[in-house]
């Protein structure tokens, strides 16, 4: 006989609810001009400097998750204007746009979306111009790059939409200076400092004294502290006495923003910008662009380990654009070259040729300007090279004489660096590659891969829930 048995299996199921955090934070770092090739010039740099083998890694090297395509509405190389203002407004503008489209018309940028929908802290962090493109096009709309004075005044929060930044860290005081004041980059007699303080309550700091006096404990927000009265030194030549590193000055706003954030209950954005990697790479200068490549890692590495311990963060680092054409290996004559590049010759490099450029400048004004001086102290001391060539002397004794501006002249010295590591440089200005793109944090995997700046603008609007589209609605109307 076949017996049925009929069992029946009464199942459990329980559903487990993943909540969301009360709010979320997002730090987007921008490398400014640095591409593939100087990511592994610095690389192999490091591992050679301190004797490590070729698995040697640096801090975006561990999260890095595709690359972004660079290109403005209005030409296949990018400048940085136009490439922030695709990460701020997620669109295509054009070069020279702070914040707007294409027609001219605003954007509304993550920043201000962060700051009206959802009442984040938001923030600026940089090594250039506080005014400069990058952290103008988070925080301002005009329809040009230059016109710097009119977006300090944006910054400060003369805005439609009021203020809209807590904190900035960087350079550019001549931008909210009074023209009766000596240094200032202003045409009228406005004092943007007192009006931050008297209009809008910012606490202004000027100095590295009162910078290291700020404890993220009693701080009151807004709060702006510049260092310099144009952009801030190359990490190679920063005096630490007056100003702070990239690090210190993102670590000084991460304890700022955390502990508001904690107490408040919101979220926080900040933007982080290595500006001068961009710069000495315009300068065609070797050992400028690390140091300040060598700093931007130092400084993600710092953010990494916040987002480690704050699971409601995510970081993401790219670059707006590369400048240069930088290439690691180079063809110095006619023959065939060596497979090689030489570290030692960036090792030597003391100053940026920026300041060397300074100094032999004025040693030329004061009439100070002799062929053992060039020698000894440009020469030797500044750039590490023994053996200057008849041609090379000749060229640096002659640059007055041409009617060439200093930056001619700081490209004469970055050369004969550039020239003794053997590594190359096809432009003083940008080019089109694509660029590195890394991130780390809950979600980040969408950005693996190959995107457009503009996913990036994207990523960041949907992760925090922004409504750009409300934003660019309210400054138009």
């Known amino acids: 006989m076949c017996v049925c048995v009929c069992v029946c299996v009464c199942l459990s199921v329980s559903f487990v609810y993943i909540l969301e955090p009360k709010h979320r934070n997002v730090i987007m770092m ?119 004075p009119q977006i300090a005044e944006q910054q400060i929060g003369y805005n439609p939409l009021g203020r809209t930044v807590d904190l900035m860290f960087g350079g550019g005081e001549c931008e909210f200076l009074s023209n009766t004041t000596e240094g200032s980059c202003r045409q009228d007699e406005r004092d943007l400092f007192d009006e931050a303080r008297e209009q809008f309550g910012w606490e202004v700091v000027r100095s590295r004294k009162d910078f290291d006096a700020i404890s993220p404990s009693s701080v009151s927000l807004p709060l702006m502290a510049l260092f310099s009265p144009d952009h801030m030194s190359y990490e190679i030549d920063r005096d630490p006495a007056i100003q702070p590193s990239l690090k210190e ?8 923003l955390d502990k508001t954030s904690r107490e408040s209950d919101k979220g926080f954005f900040l933007m982080i910008e290595g500006s001068r990697i961009d710069m000495a790479a315009h300068t065609n200068d070797p050992a400028a662009h690390f140091h300040d490549i060598y700093e931007y890692h130092e400084t993600a590495s710092a953010v990494i380990d916040y987002v480690k311990a704050h699971p409601d963060t995510v970081v993401i680092s790219t670059s707006d654009h590369e400048t240069g054409g930088f290439t690691v290996g180079r063809q110095l004559g006619e023959d065939y070259p060596e497979y090689k590049w030489n570290p030692e010759a960036i090792s030597r490099v003391r100053n940026s040729s920026e300041v060397l450029a300074r100094v032999w400048e004025e040693a030329i004004s004061s009439n100070t300007a002799t062929t053992g001086y060039l020698r000894k102290e440009i020469i030797a001391n500044g750039l590490g090279i023994e053996d200057p060539t008849k041609e090379e002397l000749e060229k640096l004794a002659n640059w007055k004489d041409s009617g060439k501006d200093i930056t001619a002249l700081e490209g004469i010295l970055a050369h004969m660096v550039s020239r003794r590591a053997i590594i190359g440089w096809t432009t003083h200005g940008h080019t089109a590659v694509d660029v590195n793109l890394y991130a780390y944090g809950d979600g980040t995997e969408w950005l693996r891969g190959s995107h457009e700046n503009t996913d990036i603008g994207d990523f960041i609007s949907n992760y925090l829930k922004l409504d750009l589209n409300d934003i660019t609605d309210r400054l138009t109307t």
């Not at 000055?249 to 700022?256: H, R, S, T, Y």
């Open 30 to 148: 921008i490398s400014d001009g640095f591409g593939p090739a100087s990511e592994t010039y610095a690389r192999q740099y490091h591992a050679w400097r301190e004797g490590l083998g070729p698995k040697t890694m640096l801090p975006l090297d561990h999260i890095h998750v595709g690359h972004s395509r660079t290109q403005s509405s209005s030409s296949l190389v990018t400048d940085s204007a136009a490439g922030a203002t695709a990460f701020a407004c997620a669109l295509k503008s054009y070069n020279g746009a702070i914040g707007v489209d294409p027609t001219k018309k605003p954007c509304g940028t993550v920043l201000e979306s962060a700051k009206v929908h959802h009442d984040m802290l938001t923030g600026l962090v940089v090594t250039s111009r506080i005014t400069h493109a990058t952290p103008a096009s988070f925080s301002a709309h005009i329809d040009w790059r230059d016109k710097e």
């Open 249 to 256: 000055m993102v670590q000084k706003a991460l304890g700022i």
